[in-house]
């Protein structure tokens, strides 16, 4: 086979004369797909509290509290699985499309959850005795833990 | 003139990390993205960095070579956590060569989530970072002239 | 010209050339990025990086590499105050050569793995580019009888007409002074490479501006150097350059990185063939076609 | 300058994002030694199977790396699935051939720009990488993510797609295709990529299959191994011509992956059209009890899983022997003798995924 110079000619100079791939990114931005997973939401009112979706997360990014009624997620520890809207039995948690922006001080997105148990029937989701990773445990590491101390930084000058 | 503003470069360092970041990082340089239209260019080398992304978490052997390349760039710095491995650990947390995000090792400014952290989100997250760079130099001289009347410039080393 | 005009054009090109060659180089990037289907950064952008790196903390690896820094930057400027002056080109030649030797010497003085092996290359290049820029001079000598640039300025036709070969030589040596594809050994502006950042590896913060701003005024002095060959005809010699950084636009766009060997091997069969070969051409045609 | 040098190269490189350090001895720029340093990435995430459920180690196993994500995944169920002796959905055994390329074109044309900008070719490394976004597009509205799936399952695929949207891919393909010509012909033909690569890095032919090279290292030295023609998920009812080159050297090996990367177009175009209907996953009762191995084609070459199950919710035992593992060997062989300049080209050639070596 030949050797060829300049063969890259045609594909700059064309590129030159052709309007830039670039999507302006903070302007315009990518439509998202159906199927793009951005982050989890959840439909509050449908939710009862079952643990399900607390147990299931692969990273433990969601930690539900059945005492304070609320239903917490960590952004940070998210992998975006979808695991938990695939195992939520009241379909309560979706996957929206868009991503998390990015955050300065870590912190966990808490949403209160409006859920009175009916009294007479005991809830299924109660059920299976939790071994290790108790909701009560899971919530009590949450904010201490991986909270690091920033080594002391001994600047330049 | 805010010049940090203008003119930040990045140097991206692969932490203990899938490669999904790391790739995505270097997505942000590439036409779609184009972060070359925020000045942005990926130097490569810590002595001329501004921002140091890191993706993925650190482990025994990565925390010394982070701290270094921390080290070695001039202030103003900012670090940027890209992903959730370098967040928190991630999905990769409780395996035995962890030692978490990266701020168990240098102080962390913007964390970016996501698994693998989307390019908007990056770049979402270095404008965030920009802000930082100016406040810090403006921190750094106001230090300076209260440590010492006369400023020092150079550092002097053996 | 007087002494005045030349005196002004000097003051000028101290003053402006960092400006000048920060909207080039704007362009370029400009230009290079339209190239990669990509946006580009705004025209500014190295203004904006050059004052953001005096911004910057002074890291010094070592003080006298520093020294050597300052050296490069000073004698490139006079290398460029003497040309515009209407000085003699061997004196712009010796200064600029003096001043890239300052600039490996600096390198050498961090004691880097990078950067020295940036500042071999950086040698390998000066090898490989200054038989051409000398035997520049050399053709002007041939051609107009005289160093002087004012002598060579006022020449009442131009120069490309009797020195093309030279002309072409001297757009291949801009490739490598400009550190464009494929011979963007030492270090590049854009491109990654094996090094890092080879011979600037070790220069952070206003270090490293200081090597930006001398090598903008580099920059001027060759396109400067490159007016000369159409000097009576201002509009046509800004054509010409204008044209000429195109082409080096785009061969740093369809070029891989080449090895050093390759870069000192054909600047130098280059040179040889269109440079030394004009010259004897010149010299045998105004002997009157006899030997 | 005679004297031998030691360059540190990485783990922090501008040309190799990856961190794997090299100490390159070096003698007048041509390099006498190179001595590897590992474990910058090391994980040991093989350890989780005894925390994490045989189910949703699946994500873990997702995350061995993020250029081969779905590779990886789709074959950790499948050495699972073999111990559990499931036979999977017809439908999800096409998704997954469909996705496999994908992953494999995506991989390939990443590697391309790389290589482009190993040897500082920058306007080459932009327009590959342009190009690439073209098959994340589909990737993302196939399976949700751009680069980690996220659509592997044990006992099938997550999510279906759409059947519109299988119709409507070959067009998007074709029309990526038809721009990939362009860039690809300057990789055969032109005269500065030719002098980078031609004749850098040999690797007979003996020396290939002695020290254990695997993927488009071996096939570029002239031995036809595919895991492919193994005729796991739907590859049975597809012709796959492994792709051999005799030169040995990278622009060999970067041939080899050029014409997977169209090989890889053929098959979609194959496999789109011809996604049988049906349900894409099944119903997983009971633990794998059992040992198997079971072989894929990465982008990179050939990959191996081991698993182990005891008959509980959490596996014994699990291994990956990755590609890049296989060919580090070859690596250091090839790096003996080059020139300084020609380190990142042939470091990279092996196409290097410390991610997936270091687990």
């Not at chain 3, 094996?194 to 206003?206: D, L, N, R």
């Amino acid at each position: 086979m030949k050797q060829k110079p300049l063969t890259m000619t045609r594909v700059a100079l064309g590129s030159l004369l052709r309007k830039p791939a670039t999507v302006p990114y903070p302007a315009a931005r990518k439509p998202v797909y159906l199927a793009t997973r951005g982050h989890i939401a959840i439909e509050e009112d449908k939710c009862n509290l079952c643990l399900i979706c607390d147990r299931r997360c692969p990273t433990g990014a969601i930690a539900v509290d059945r005492t304070g009624k609320t239903w917490a997620i960590d952004r940070l520890r998210c992998i975006q699985c979808n695991h938990c809207v695939d195992v939520c039995p009241r379909k309560c948690l979706a996957m929206e499309n868009d991503y998390t922006t990015p955050m300065q001080m870590k912190r966990s997105d808490v949403v209160p959850v409006p859920f009175t148990p009916p009294q007479p029937k005991p809830k299924p989701a109660a059920a299976p005795a939790p071994t290790s990773d108790s909701p009560l445990q899971a919530k009590e590491e949450r904010p201490g833990e991986r909270n690091h101390e920033p080594p002391d930084q001994s600047s330049a000058d | 003139m805010n010049l940090f503003r203008k003119s930040p470069w990045i140097i991206h360092y692969d932490g203990a990390s899938c490669n999904g970041c790391d790739i995505e990082v270097l997505a942000c340089l590439t036409p779609r993205y184009d972060v070359e239209r925020l000045g942005i260019i990926n130097t490569g080398n810590p002595k001329h960095a501004d921002i140091l992304l890191i993706t993925g978490y650190i482990n025994e052997q990565s925390q010394p070579v982070v701290r270094t390349i921390y080290e070695q760039m001039p202030d103003p710095k900012v670090v940027v956590a890209v992903g959730i491995c370098a967040s928190s650990g991630g999905i990769f947390r409780d395996c035995y060569n962890t030692k978490g995000g990266v701020d168990s090792t240098i102080p962390v400014d913007i964390y970016v989530p996501g698994c693998a952290a989307r390019p908007e989100s990056i770049m979402d997250g270095v404008v965030q970072a920009l802000d930082l760079l100016e406040r810090k130099r403006k921190e750094k001289k106001t230090r300076r002239r209260a440590i010492a009347p006369t400023p020092t410039s150079e550092v002097p080393t053996p | 010209m007087s002494a005045w005009t030349r005196i002004l054009a000097a003051i000028l090109f101290v003053l402006l050339s960092p400006i000048l060659a920060g909207l080039l180089a704007g362009l370029d990037r400009i230009i290079s990025a339209r190239m990669q289907s990509r946006i580009g950064p705004p025209l500014l952008q190295p203004i904006y990086d050059l004052l953001k790196l005096f911004q910057k903390e002074r890291i010094a690896v070592n003080r006298s590499g520093h020294f050597f820094l300052l050296g490069y930057l000073l004698f490139t400027i006079l290398a460029g105050i003497e040309f515009f002056i209407g000085g003699d080109l061997l004196i712009v030649i010796f200064a600029l050569a003096l001043a890239s030797v300052f600039f490996v010497l600096g390198a050498f003085a961090a004691g880097s793995p990078y950067s020295h092996i940036g500042a071999e290359r950086e040698l390998i290049q000066i090898m490989a580019s200054e038989p051409m820029l000398i035997m520049c001079a050399m053709g002007f000598y041939v051609a107009t009888g005289s160093f002087q640039v004012t002598t060579i300025h006022a020449q009442p036709t131009p120069l490309i007409a009797t020195l093309p070969g030279i002309f072409l030589g001297m757009i291949y040596i801009l490739t490598i002074k400009l550190r464009k594809s494929p011979f963007d050994l030492s270090t590049s502006h854009h491109a990654h490479q094996e090094i890092v950042k080879g011979i600037t590896t070790e220069f952070a913060g206003p270090y490293l501006a200081i090597i930006e701003l001398a090598h903008g005024y580099e920059t001027i002095l060759l396109l400067g150097f490159l007016y000369l060959f159409f000097a009576p005809w201002p509009l046509l010699a800004l054509a010409a350059l204008i044209a000429v950084y195109f082409l080096e636009i785009l061969a740093d766009n369809t070029h891989a990185r080449l090895y050093w060997q390759w870069v000192l091997r054909t600047s130098w069969a280059f040179t040889a063939i269109v440079g030394a070969g004009n010259l004897i051409l010149l010299h045998y045609l105004q002997r009157g076609g006899t030997p | 300058m005679a004297n031998r040098t030691v360059i540190p190269f990485g783990p922090q490189h501008p040309v190799l994002p990856e961190p794997i350090h090299l100490d390159l001895v070096i003698e007048d720029e041509h390099v006498v030694e190179a001595i590897p340093s590992f474990g910058f990435i090391h994980r040991g995430l093989e350890k989780l199977v005894e925390k994490k459920d045989f189910t949703e180690f699946t994500f873990i196993a997702e995350r061995i790396c993020g250029i081969c994500s779905y590779i990886h995944g789709m074959g950790y169920c499948q050495a699972v699935e073999t111990v559990m002796g499931l036979e999977i959905p017809e439908r999800a055994k096409w998704l997954r051939t469909m996705w496999s390329e994908l992953s494999r074109i995506h991989s390939h044309m990443m590697w391309l720009g790389l290589l482009a900008d190993a040897f500082g070719f920058e306007n080459l490394f932009m327009a590959c990488w342009r190009l690439r976004e073209g098959i994340l597009d589909v990737i993302e509205e196939t399976s949700g993510g751009r680069v980690i799936f996220g659509a592997a399952k044990v006992g099938g695929c997550r999510r279906d797609v759409p059947d519109d949207l299988l119709a409507r891919i070959p067009a998007q393909l074709n029309a990526v295709e038809d721009e990939l010509r362009a860039i690809t012909n300057v990789f055969r033909d032109d005269f500065s990529v030719r002098q980078r690569l031609c004749g850098v890095g040999l690797l007979s032919r003996n020396d290939a299959y002695d020290l254990g090279a695997v993927g488009p290292m071996l096939r570029a030295s002239g031995v036809a191994q595919d895991s492919r023609l193994d005729g796991y998920a739907a590859y049975d009812k597809i012709a796959v011509e492994p792709i051999v080159e005799e030169s040995g050297d990278c622009w060999g090996r970067t041939m080899v992956r050029i014409r997977e990367i169209y090989q890889s177009f053929d098959i979609l175009r194959h496999v789109l059209p011809n996604v049988p209907p049906g349900p894409v996953d099944m119903k997983i009762t009971g633990a794998p009890k059992g040992e198997f191995f079971a072989r894929l084609e990465q982008p990179r070459g050939e990959v191996i899983y081991y698993v182990k199950g005891n008959g509980t919710k959490f596996l014994d035992r699990f291994r990956v022997r990755t590609p890049t593992f296989a060919n580090i060997p070859p690596l250091l062989k090839m790096l003996q003798g080059c020139q300084l300049a020609d380190v990142p080209v042939i470091v990279l050639t092996i196409d290097p995924c410390i991610s997936c070596a270091e687990r």
